[in-house]
């Protein structure tokens, strides 16, 4: 479970005011100590995350977050950070104390969550009044709020999921009443049962995967689609060959019949195209991670514009983590240099990388995204929507290649019913 990708896990988020008791929550909901505890209001400043597994959740990545209402130097940056992690993750706890009112910081935070569909379960943080001098008429966050609906009244978020204790858990079924809360809620755009492959492969299938090391590919090891896909095909029973890209008819000819399929890095989709009979259906790992993460349909309609980039038009080349670059780095050399030998030169190029996709997309005229493995299924949404509400065109480094390379057609054909163009 250890091994289950950070993109692949349920991600919660933790929130609320400093010194609301998250970091304890957290800490004693896990067991570990995960966050920095401290009496001093805004211990946590930037998000800090951890992967972990609790049940019945299963591998979950929990995420704790700066103070909402962190007044220092450095808040509105960290504001930003916090602002990310809503964006990204399944599932949310908020976290108030029983010993003060809520704010409008508080609703603001809770609002936001709420705009972004956000599940949330409210954990209620009972303050030991021996020490906080606690006033019972001032047990407004348990009276107001959970008996008169007050959050429900000033963010819209009604009926939520709420779990009344200390939090630093004097009793243990606290810990289990939170956990049985987590688990009751559906968390917000996961691949749940959905996989990679399918409907693609059966037991007995024979599948080849194309897997070129040349100087871009990762010293020693696979990278993480095609580490995926092959334990997928594993799972289905399924066969999976693996070889590079000019071992490919060798490899075909040594079966006593034809694959089911061939899938391979985008990097060698002509070549591979070459060397695969046309009765054989191809397609690439980073195709299949757009189905899988996001919405193929909306990267397939974004080729079109390519056709439309002239000199001048400005290109938005955005990978979803800051891997260290090659000397023939996909996204900064081999891509620009396919747009440009297809004739799309003087293009203006911009390049984000990791959580640093801008919220203002508009001024793009295409945005090229990498295959995402790294990224969530709702930050790969996210970042579609963003892109298809904005009016500007998105497509993948697979989509791209094999468009320019005139082979679409092909690699979208497994799947083409799902696609409605
Ligand atoms: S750049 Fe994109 S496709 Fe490549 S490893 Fe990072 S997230 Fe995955």
């Not at 977050?65 to 220092?72: E, K, L």
């Not at 391979?264 to 989709?269: I, Y």
């Not at 054989?280 to 390519?306: C, H, N, W, Y």
């Amino acid at each position: 479970m250890e091994q289950t990708p950070k993109a692949n896990r349920i991600h919660i988020g933790f929130f609320g005011r400093c010194n609301a008791g998250k970091s304890t929550l957290i800490n004693m909901l896990t067991d570990q100590p995960v966050s920095l505890v401290s009496d001093v209001a805004g211990t946590t400043t930037d998000p800090v995350s951890k992967t972990m597994e609790i049940l019945p959740l299963g591998p979950v990545v929990i995420t704790d977050t700066a103070g909402i209402d962190d007044r220092t130097e450095l808040g509105a940056l960290r504001m930003e950070k916090t602002e990310e992690v809503v964006k990204k993750i399944n599932l949310a706890v908020y976290v108030l104390r029983t010993d003060e009112e809520p704010t409008s910081d508080d609703m603001h935070w809770l609002g936001l969550l709420k705009q972004n569909n956000v599940p949330v379960a409210l954990f209620i943080n009972e303050i030991n009044s021996a020490t906080n001098h606690l006033d019972e008429s001032k047990d407004t966050v348990k009276n107001v709020m959970v008996g008169e609906g007050y959050i429900a009244a000033h963010t819209g978020l009604s009926d939520l999921a709420t779990v009344i204790g200390s939090a630093d858990f004097t009793s243990d079924a606290k810990r289990l009443e939170l956990l049985d809360l987590l688990g009751g809620l559906t968390p917000l755009d996961v691949e749940g049962e959905q996989t990679l492959l399918q409907g693609l492969v059966e037991a007995g299938d024979t599948i080849i995967l194309v897997c070129p090391i040349d100087s871009a590919a990762p010293k020693g090891r696979l990278i993480l689609p095609q580490v995926q896909t092959i334990r997928e095909i594993l799972d289905y029973r399924g066969l999976a060959l693996v070889c590079q890209t000019e071992e490919l008819p060798a490899m075909i000819n040594s079966l006593k019949s034809p694959p089911k399929m061939v899938i391979c890095d985008s990097q060698a989709f002509d070549r591979v195209d070459e060397l695969t009979p046309a009765s054989i259906p191809l397609t690439s790992f980073s195709i299949l991670m757009a189905r899988f993460k996001g919405k193929l349909q909306d990267l397939v309609v974004g080729v079109e514009a390519i056709k439309n980039l002239k000199a001048g038009s400005k290109v938005l080349i955005s990978e979803g983590c800051t891997h260290r670059r090659q000397c023939d780095d996909i996204g900064t050399v081999k891509i620009p240099n396919l747009l440009k030998k297809q004739g799309h030169t003087d293009l203006q190029l911009e390049f984000t990388s990791g959580g640093a996709f801008p919220k203002d997309v508009s001024q793009y005229d295409l945005i090229i995204h990498c295959g995402a493995c790294m990224l969530t299924r709702r930050e790969v949404l996210r970042r579609i929507e963003c892109a298809v509400v904005q009016g500007t065109p998105i497509v993948n480094y697979g989509v791209l290649i094999a468009a320019l390379h005139g082979i679409l057609e092909r690699a979208i054909s497994p799947f083409i019913n799902e696609i409605k163009r």
